[in-house]
Structure formats: C-alpha cells, structure tokens
C-alpha cells in the first residue's frame, strides 16, 4: 500500500524526511527543503537586494546544492542578488582538480560566472607541496587556515559583497561539540552564527544559507533533483578529533533525529559568563589580515614553510612572533623543536 | 571538507604511560598508594588529605551554606553520594579540623518502580540504606518515587528567595555562631550540635522522624504503583524517561526539603558526572540552562539552593577514596543500566565521554572547564525572579520565545509546518501560522495542529473541558522533547497537569482585561 504524502494528500511518498520524519511525494520534499532555506534567509536578513554573492564552491554535495537553490530563490523571490561561484584550488590531485571539474560544469548548467583562486598563486605552495614537507599529520590546519583568507582575497578580487558557504546543520552542530570538547570557549560563542558582521579591512562578510538543513535531506535533495556533485573524502585525511565528533553526533541522531537541531538550539542559547578573557581582534601587522596576535595564523604558517620549520604555526609559539617579524633568525634550540616531525 | 582551524595541543595528544615513582610527590617520604592524574603519586595519608581538604576548600570557597543551616543530603546509594555523606560526616566530626557549621539531614529516593525493581528488591536496598544513614546519626527520609502522585501543585512554584543576604555578612554570621557556641546554652536548639544535651535530642527527634516517614506512611499505595507503572509506559523513548525521572525526583526532593525546613540541598554530582551531564545537556537542547544544570549552585526553586560539592572530584578519586578508606556504598541498577550503547541520549553520552577519555585524559576536565565559562544565556531582566517565564517541568527560564530572527526553533517549527497539510496562501503563512504550531491555541484551526492535535482541543475550550490540556506552551524547549516522546500526557501526576490548568487560566484571565492593564511589561504566566 502507497503511503500518501502529508503535505498535498495526493501524491504517493518517495522519502520520509530525516529532519522531521514526514513523508512526502518529490515536488512537496524540494518546495518544503527550499521553503525552509527562503525563510532561513528572510529571517536572518543575509542578503539585500542588487548584492554580489559569492557562492563558496568546492563541488561538493553541500555547495552544489547551495548554488542550485540560491539560484532558483533568487529567481523565484527576486532578492536581486547577482551570483558568481567562488573555488579555491588547494592543489591537492586527485581530489581538488577533479572537484574543480564539477564547479565548471555547474557554472555551464547554472549559467554562473566563476572564479578560481589557488593556494599556488597565493602563498606559492601547494598543499601536495605542503604536505611533503608536514608529513600527514596537522596539515588540515594549513589547508584550513589558508582557504579562509583564499576565499576572502577571491571576493575581493571580484568586488564582492557576501560570500556564503554550504556549511549544513550537522556541521554547525559538530562544531559546538568539537568546541565543547576542546574548551574553546571563544569558538563556541561564534561558532553558531549564521553570519559574521563585516570586521573591517580585508574581510568580507559570510553566511551559512543552509545552516538549518539537515545533511542527509541535502543529499537527498540532490539525488532526488540528479545533481551534478563530486564526493570523495580528501585524501588527505580527515581529522582524527573531530571524527570523534562526527561520529557522537551522527549516533546522537540516530537515537533522536532532531537531535542536530536541538545542539544548535543548545548552542545558540548558551551565553559566556562576564569576565572569561577573550581574544581580542586586531589585524596581522604583516599582511592586514584579521587576527588576535601581532601576526595572523597564515602568515605564521608561512613564514614556517618558508624556513623549513613546519611546526612553527601548529600549537602556540606566540613568543616568537616579535622575531618574525624583526626578521630575526631563531635560536638552535628552538629550531630544533619546530623542525621535529613525527609520524 | 569543511576542515576548520584544528591546532591541537599537547594536551590532547594521547598519553604517555606516568612514570611510576615510588615515593608520594607531595611528602616525598610515604610509600606512593595511588596515581590521582598522570605523574602524581600519592601516599595513602597525603591523598587522604587531599580528598579531605578539597570538600571544605569548595564549601569555603563559595560561602554558600551558612552555620546553623540545615542541609539536606541527597544520597543515592552510589559512589559519588556515599562518599559525599562521609566527607560530611567527617567534616562534623569532633576533632576536625576547620570544622563545617551546618546540621545535616539525608534524602534518598526509591526509584525501583520506575526502574522495573521488584518489591522485595526494593525492601532489600532500603533496608541496607537505612541501616548505612542510621550509622550516621543524621535525620533521613526515605521517599518513594510513587509520591510524586500526592505532590502539591506549590512544587513548581519557585518561590523567591529570601531577601539575599549582603556581602560579608557570612562572616559575621561564622563569628555570630562561633560566638554563640562558646556561650553555652544561649544558642537556640536548630544550630546546638555542638551540645551533647541538644544533640541528644536531635537524634532522638530523627528517629522519630525516620519512623514516621519510612515505616508509618506504606511505601506507596498499589494505586500509586500503578500509576507510575503507566507514566513511564506512556514514555516512548529511553531519553525522554530518563529525563521524566529526573525531573520527578528532582521535584520530590525540593519538596521534601521545603516541607522539612531544609534550605540547602546537596548533590553528589561528581565532575565525571558533570561532563557526562553538560555534554547530553547540549544534546537535549538544554544548552539555555546549562549553568544551573552543571554549576556549583543552582537558585532556580529561589527558597532551597542545590549546591554542589563534589563537583571537583573525578569519579575516579571518588572510587579510589572510598575503597582505601571503607565507605559503604550500594549498586542500584538505573533506568539504563545493562541498556545498549545507544539506548539514550544520555547513556550515548556517557560511553562517548568514557571512551574518549581513556585515549585522552584530559576530556573530562575540558569538558567540565567549558561549564564553568558558561552562564545562563538570558539573565533575568533585574533581579526580580517573577517577571521570566519558566518551564513547568524543570523550572528554568523559557527559550522558545517566538522571535522573528532565524534560529534552531524557528527553523524546526518551519520544517514541521512545510511537511504538513499545505494552506492555501502558502507564500506569506511567514509568522503568521508558526505561531499556530507553538501553540498559542486560540486560533481556530484544529486540522492544521499536527503536533498538538492528537492531544485534542485548543485551550479556549479548556475551561469547560480540563482534562488534557496543551502543556507545549508553558515548557522550555527541552521539555517539549520530552512530552513529545509520550504517548500522552493524562498519565502525569496531577500536580503537573493541574498546575498547567492553573497558567492557562491566569494568561487567559490576563488575556481578557489586557487592554485595562496599565504596564505592559511583558511578564508572562509564571507570575503568581
């Protein structure tokens, strides 16, 4: 026996929404999945009419997904938002250059201008380069450090106004756990935020559209709509700690499924008590970036590179900063420390 | 993908085996009997102290229980609770040293009808108990979690707190007693433990006390029995049992420390326990009340302060202390006991932060240094307690404000409102419609209430028919979990269900001559 849809009544079900466990037919599942994202954007005020937005994309499932609805509300609600696609090319092959083959079939099939930035010309290494000199271990926190400020150079390259990123319920949701367990209280207070006011120089500001979409109702919204995306892990490896995350919060889920959403609530209702010290923001004296110490973390990991000390931007070696900057060589016993790889 | 900035310290790195010295590194001389964290050994005598010290260090430090004051302690049987009675006992005791000034009294909640425990179970484990609380000379109460059926509605009032008491006046209030305890005699019966005459007596008024309440009243009525047997049938799921349990005993000790004339009430929450607890906090949706969920002491009942002072130990301590030093202590199976790993949420949780800390020591401790970061996200507006809103069930201040800005709840009430029966001007059922599905009840629109309509009428009628009302609106959004795991809502004890009728009927009343009011200052049911 057919199970009806609970939305029109008349058409039979194809899926039972993982977010709140209703069945619905095709068409009521893609009104209702791009429904939620509109009032997602109405509510939150991301986008003002006659704006640049730089769409995020790594073609994955998430941006992909992103680029498709934010093209089809924009058409659909007028918000009068001019819409360009945004990669950033790790150099990382056969990952990134065959996701890259993704976005520039999506930039043909959404008619969507694109803008490629890569780490090469950039910082003049490639995370393959990278990678040889860390060894496996910590390069996600160059990869992750350096997309940032990509991203951020790209948009302003393009004169854009707001860059949103496909980042779904589930990871904002991993985010406050991993937050919780590591104690970064600053990060936890941020990390919530379906966007980031405008900071100043050099950064442009960023939304998530999708932060209350579930991951697996993205996935389905893109299997149901045969969209085009690239989805294979990093070779590079995920990271070890927030596997853990990962893992807690999918089997959370399982137990109770708007459990996703219940985190998020959870974060964004907590609030730090007056007088835990926080960081304060400044900007990087060397390349004007934002930052919270004399020099952002993307410079340090550079300037690391550069002189074959990888170690110098994981883990805290604010001291040294002053002969960063002065230009200063460092001491032997310090090399030494930040020379040491361990596999 | 989606990798953010992880740098990870040392301490996350995964241990390196201590190194075992034999000498205990705090006097250097005893032979080392333990290893508390990574590196430190302890002889048997210096972690004596250690644990010893820790207990009155955290009472002194929070200046929180005042000489004199009666305490009632929360004793489950377990570990953590155990051996907090016995650092009580110990800090009462004659010649300690930095003695504690309270008068303290015992609770113990029998749980075995809700945990699936046979009767003679049940007699068998309160026997074993009463037997440990009698060795401590202290007044208890064995109270059984049946009674919640006969609990007054006055339960889930938070009654405001007496006038605070002004900074500095702990000290002269610790001289004042230490004074009044040299003049012999001159202090009145309730702080004269220190009297052998009045001590006497006080023993002998607890037993009375323990008669009355163990022996005289039955352990609960069949009827009760049952009752409770069908609330928990009624629960669909693990997590949202374990959370009805919680609240229910949480409600029954409030009230058996109002009624016994008890202030303070402490739990044995160690901070294991507590990590475990902010940590499935977060995943209930909890994450608004946090701070008086984990924190050291948690004013939401205003008359009767929950503190917490085992919060610094770890369970491991805990376990460690009490099999060096002989403290009695009983296993009681739970609710989740011998439950698989992904029965709860809770008990999810507690494998999760288990497993985690064995590959990384350091994840309890983190955990638990998060919470004390954390405070309730929306203070009171002054200091007056009445004005917020508060849930029915745990009494803390409502989240589930209808804003009009994006947020989880928002989100959670569109998706539920897309995937239901589509109304006809779909473009702009904006705000209008979500505020239907909270359930400000007076819309006339049956069909379109998914959630609440299995539960029947709006609240316009309940006047006339009061049996099942709408209990969504007057809970945090928590507790809307949990009443939605249940099949229905008729099985709750009738304090909870009346004192719901009770908030209907004031905002209706509230309602009706609204226009007449002159503040419009937004204070919602919770005001009495």
Redesign the interface.
């Known amino acids: 026996m057919p199970i009806l849809c609970?939305?029109?009544?008349q058409k039979r079900a194809v899926l039972k929404?993982p977010?709140?466990g209703?069945s619905?037919c095709k068409e009521?599942f893609f009104?209702?999945f791009e429904?939620?994202v509109h009032?997602?954007i109405v509510?939150?005020h991301l986008f003002n009419p006659g704006e640049t937005v730089g769409i995020g994309a790594?073609g994955?499932k998430?941006s992909t997904v992103l680029a498709h609805v934010l093209k089809v509300l924009n058409e659909r609600y007028n918000y009068g938002l001019k819409l360009l696609l945004l990669s950033v090319d790790e150099g990382i092959t056969g990952y990134r250059d065959d996701s890259l083959e993704t976005v520039k079939r999506n930039q043909q099939q959404y008619e969507l201008p694109l803008k490629i930035v890569s780490y090469e010309e950039l910082y003049g290494w490639t995370m393959d380069a990278i990678v040889k000199q860390v060894g496996l271990k910590?390069n996600?926190?160059f990869?992750?450090?350096f997309r940032?400020q990509a991203l951020d150079r790209g948009a302003m390259m393009l004169n854009v106004d707001k860059i949103c990123t496909g980042?779904n319920a589930d990871?904002v949701a991993e985010?406050?756990?991993m937050n919780?367990?590591?104690?970064d209280?600053a990060r936890?207070r941020r990390c919530t935020a379906?966007s980031t006011a405008s900071e100043g120089e050099g950064v442009v500001p960023r939304c998530k559209p999708l932060?209350?979409a579930y991951e697996k109702e993205i996935v389905l919204y893109a299997y149901f709509k045969k969209l085009d995306y690239f989805s294979t892990e990093?070779i590079y490896s995920?990271?070890a700690?927030?596997g853990?995350a990962r893992a807690?919060l999918k089997?959370?889920e399982?137990?109770?499924p708007?459990?996703i959403?219940?985190?998020?609530?959870?974060?964004?209702?907590?609030?730090?008590?007056?007088g835990?010290r926080m960081p304060v923001q400044g900007n990087c004296t060397r390349c004007g970036y934002i930052s919270s110490q004399a020099l952002c973390?993307s410079c340090v990991l550079l300037e690391g590179l550069n002189r074959g000390l990888p170690r110098l931007g994981?883990?805290?070696h604010h001291r040294l900063h002053g002969k960063i900057l002065a230009q200063e060589p460092l001491t032997q016993e310090e090399e030494r420390k930040l020379k040491a790889i361990d596999f | 993908m989606c990798q953010v900035d992880e740098e990870y310290n040392e301490q996350l790195e995964k241990r390196t085996v201590p190194s075992v010295s034999q000498r205990c590194v705090k006097c250097k001389e005893g032979t080392a009997a333990l290893i508390i964290r990574a590196g430190d050994a302890f002889c048997r005598g210096c972690f004596k102290d250690y644990f010893v010290h820790k207990f009155r260090a955290m009472l002194g430090k929070n200046r929180l229980i005042f000489p004199g004051e009666r305490v009632l302690l929360a004793v489950s049987g377990g570990q953590a609770s155990s051996s907090m009675l016995a650092q009580v006992q110990e800090g009462l005791s004659r010649n300690a040293p930095k003695k504690l000034r309270f008068t303290p009294g015992i609770i113990y909640i029998d749980e075995g009808g809700a945990c699936g425990q046979s009767m003679e179970e049940r007699e068998g484990v309160i026997a074993e108990l009463e037997t440990m609380f009698r060795a401590t000379g202290y007044p208890f109460h064995i109270v059984h979690l049946e009674q919640v059926f006969d609990l007054p509605i006055s339960v889930l009032e938070a009654v405001s707190s007496a006038p605070q008491r002004p900074e500095g006046s702990y000290k002269a209030a610790v001289e004042q007693f230490v004074q009044n305890a040299r003049v012999k005699g001159s202090c009145s019966p309730g702080e004269g433990h220190m009297d052998p005459a009045v001590l006497d007596a006080q023993i002998q008024l607890s037993h009375l006390d323990t008669q009355d309440l163990a022996n005289g009243t039955p352990p609960s009525s069949l009827q009760h029995q049952q009752d409770l047997e069908r609330l928990f049938a009624s629960v669909r799921t693990l997590t949202a049992k374990e959370d009805m349990l919680q609240t229910l005993r949480q409600h029954l000790i409030v009230h058996t420390a109002r009624t016994k004339g008890y202030t303070k009430v402490m739990m044995g929450d160690s901070c294991s326990r507590l990590a475990v607890k902010l940590l499935s906090n977060i995943s209930l949706g909890r994450g608004a009340s946090l701070a008086v969920d984990t924190g050291f002491s948690d004013q939401r009942y205003g008359d009767v302060i929950i503190v917490r002072p085992m919060r610094d130990y770890s369970s491991k301590e805990i376990a460690f202390y009490n099999r060096m030093f002989g403290v009695p202590s009983i296993f009681i199976p739970g609710l989740d006991t011998k439950a698989p790993e992904k029965a709860s949420i809770q008990h999810l949780t507690e494998s999760f932060v288990t497993m985690l800390q064995a590959d990384f020591p350091s994840t309890v401790s983190t955990i638990y240094r998060t919470s004390e970061k954390l405070h309730t996200a929306r203070p009171p507006h002054s200091s007056e307690m009445e004005t917020v809103a508060k849930c029915l069930l745990c009494l803390c201040a409502l989240d589930t404000k209808e804003a009009e800005e994006a947020s989880a709840f928002h989100a959670t009430l569109v998706s539920e409102r897309l995937s239901e029966k589509r109304v006809p001007e779909s473009a702009q059922v904006g705000s209008a419609s979500t505020a239907d599905t909270v359930g400000q009840c007076c819309s006339s629109g049956v069909g379109q209430e998914g959630g609440c309509s299995s539960r029947g009428q709006g609240c316009c009628s309940s006047n006339l028919t009061p049996v099942t009302p709408d209990l969504k609106s007057l809970l945090c959004y928590s507790c809307r979990l949990t009443i939605k795991d249940m099949t229905g809502v008729e099985s709750l004890p009738p304090y909870i269900v009346s004192e719901a009728e009770r908030r209907h009927r004031r905002s209706q009343m509230k309602k009706e001559i609204s226009e007449f009011l002159l503040d419009d200052e937004e204070d919602e049911v919770a005001a009495s």
């Open positions: 609970s939305s029109c009544g929404r977010k709140t209703h619905l009521c009104w209702a429904e939620e009032q997602t509510s939150a790594s994955g998430d910590n996600c926190t990869c992750g450090v940032r980042h990871d985010t406050v756990l919780v367990l590591r104690g209280i936890l379906i932060k209350y990093c995920p990271n700690y927030r853990y807690f089997d959370l399982s137990v109770r708007s459990a959403m219940d985190v998020i609530h959870s974060g964004e209702n907590l609030s730090v008590r007056e835990v973390k994981i883990g805290k």
